[in-house]
DNA sequence: GGGGGTAGTTGACACGTTTCATTTCGGGCG
DNA sequence: CGCCCGAAATGAAACGTGTCAACTACCCCC
């Protein structure tokens, strides 16, 4: 109960406290019989290590923190499990925050944090450009890595995927399979990965028609359920034939709509999604969506930091951007392996 | 960039330590001015105050932890946004740890937080039953608070749902509305939440007949298509008109499976699943579903611990039971208003 | 037998706080 | 004029650890 130290230790094993101290960092030569009674001295006794102290001498944490967006969100939990995997091979631990989208609250872990004299911080900021704090960690040499936004601040390293060339993916395959009415649903487009990956799509597109734009005001399903109804309301003859999707929550809620209202999916309307979340494969009509390397964002960025953290003199800040992949599901390929190994 | 301490922002007042400390505690009589001059040398410095060295001194953090079994579960990141919002309010601040269902991860964890002398441990544990770890955690005067775990143990509170109640709560439903031949799907019977569930199922049944067991070896989207599987290939006229599943990710797998081989939710065969993630009301045809409170699940928990914290002398340990709730939506109910204000 | 080397151990100091008994100072009161 | 009092500020001690120069005891070798 009663908290033991390192001093009570030494005094059972009759030694020094310098010598205990040697035991348990490995240090240097220690007499195996010494080391033998030190061991038992701690097993005895309960001696936990103070890390308060050791930190204090050490003038720096052994942990790393992530502080995420929102954890509601899959992404960033496969982004943590990426980290999580890298900072066990590196012999760190991750601590996890959740910002939650507050700003407010962004700010009152970055400040613990600092008090906290941690290794490093992984972050998706809630505000993309405004990054006064960030630097602040900076400067009192916290080292920072962007997650999932792109960073024109030469101060730090990022990790993101390239939004355009999903939106590009996704684009493609839906002209391949013959679509030539397509809608983008998705929004605000003041959220780069929005704009980012309508981009993609009207590239792909080239000098055909333009995709038409079904403007929602967040990227949640019930947002989804809007556009679903939107679209499904327009007179056949000006239906899309495709919707490709901002993310895979408006995916979801077109689907749910179209499925509501009778529209066959992919028969009347193909859909694409963008996360690939679990859901998405997992729903009714499986969907293809566009996948980002999640957990190797996470790993990325975690070697990143340990990488400015281990050698900060050579350390040159890099900007990793990953490559998104489609993954082509019945939603959008009547055709696909699933229906067809039902037919026989 | 050159750490800088409470030392030199006491040169820089022309005061000593003691009198700045006590301007950052708020603590005994300092005069305006001089309060000012403290002030005005930590803007100047940038000081920032060192965590390890507060938490030394007064031997304890200022931090509760919560080791969640795995991020990835919708589940636990309600019950963390609960607990983030309870501890804010009791004024401490909350580290998420993710166990991912590894036991040697959650030793990890648990090691370093007692290093850490943090102030208390939310956890759900991998093991249900043995838990040496949380004794040692105990026995060092850290405070643990089981989530969803039942605890036979008297060293510590828990929250929880009753489980029973919920499968009774589905199937009084189902029988409601004339379903005869029900089945329920999940597995492991070795997870308490499972046999419980199942439990509550026959004992809303009475002695009715009994409901046809689809086993399945986890709780995965993928066991759910297997289940689904299992029960369409059976003949029609043995075949469940209601299927209730152990969790909504087995209840989605099923409704997929349904989808894909025609048979038509809810017309041919009813669907209840359990937790009501937010997918569920996002699936194709919406999903009924058991809902716990899981955000009041992480308030409670963190209130029990805050409060053995506060008052350690006259804390009782509590187990905590809440109630769960059905959701009905289309999935088991033909007439849902969604469909209805469509047939206008 | 003495010098020197080495493995093993020691003890004091420093890290940055908070705390608290003590000191300083100025002014009011007898 | 001397005394005392309270407000304000001080300085030293303590928290638990890691480090490192210094010390001890022992053995080897010439």
Do not use: W
């Not at 720096?60 to 967006?69: E, F, G, I, N, Y």
């Amino acid at each position: 109960m009663a908290t033991v130290s390192i001093k009570e230790v030494a005094l059972r094993a009759r030694v020094s406290v310098g010598t205990v101290s040697n035991v348990l960092n490995g240090r240097s030569t220690v007499a195996a019989a010494t080391r033998r009674r030190v061991l038992d001295a701690i097993a005895e006794l309960g001696y936990i290590r103070n890390d308060s102290a050791r930190q204090l001498r050490a003038g720096r944490s052994r942990t790393v923190a992530m502080v995420a967006l929102d954890l509601s969100n899959p992404f960033f939990t496969d982004v943590m499990h990426g980290a999580e995997i890298a900072a066990e091979h590196g012999g760190v631990n991750v601590m996890i925050f959740n910002s939650g989208e507050d700003p407010v609250r962004e700010r009152r872990h970055l400040d613990m944090l600092s008090q906290q004299r941690v290794l490093g911080v992984l972050i998706t900021p809630v505000n993309e450009a405004h990054d006064a704090n960030l630097d602040q960690l900076v400067e009192h040499g916290i080292p920072v890595v962007l997650v999932d936004r792109g960073s024109s601040n030469f101060h730090r390293c990022s990790v993101a995927v390239d939004d355009v060339l999903g939106g590009h993916l996704a684009g493609e395959h839906l002209r391949q399979q013959g679509h030539h009415r397509i809608a983008f649903a998705g929004g605000p487009f003041s959220l780069r990965q929005v704009a980012d990956r309508h981009a993609g799509l009207t590239a792909a597109l080239g000098d055909g028609p333009q995709p038409r734009l079904v403007t929602t005001s967040n990227l949640s399903v019930a947002a989804g359920r809007g556009a679903g109804r939107e679209i499904t309301d327009l007179p056949v003859d000006e239906r899309p034939t495709a919707v490709f999707c901002a993310n895979d929550l408006i995916a979801l809620g077109v689907l749910q709509e179209m499925t509501t209202r009778g529209v066959r999916v992919p028969h009347d309307v193909a859909i694409v999604g963008y996360d690939d979340i679990e859901f998405a494969a997992a729903a009714a009509v499986p969907l293809s969506s566009v996948r980002q390397p999640r957990e190797q964002l996470g790993r990325a960025a975690t070697q990143l930091l340990l990488e400015e953290v281990n050698e900060p003199a050579t350390h040159q800040h890099r900007h990793v951007v990953f490559r998104p992949e489609l993954v082509v599901r019945e939603s959008s390929s009547p055709s696909t392996p699933a229906k067809r190994s039902r037919r026989e």
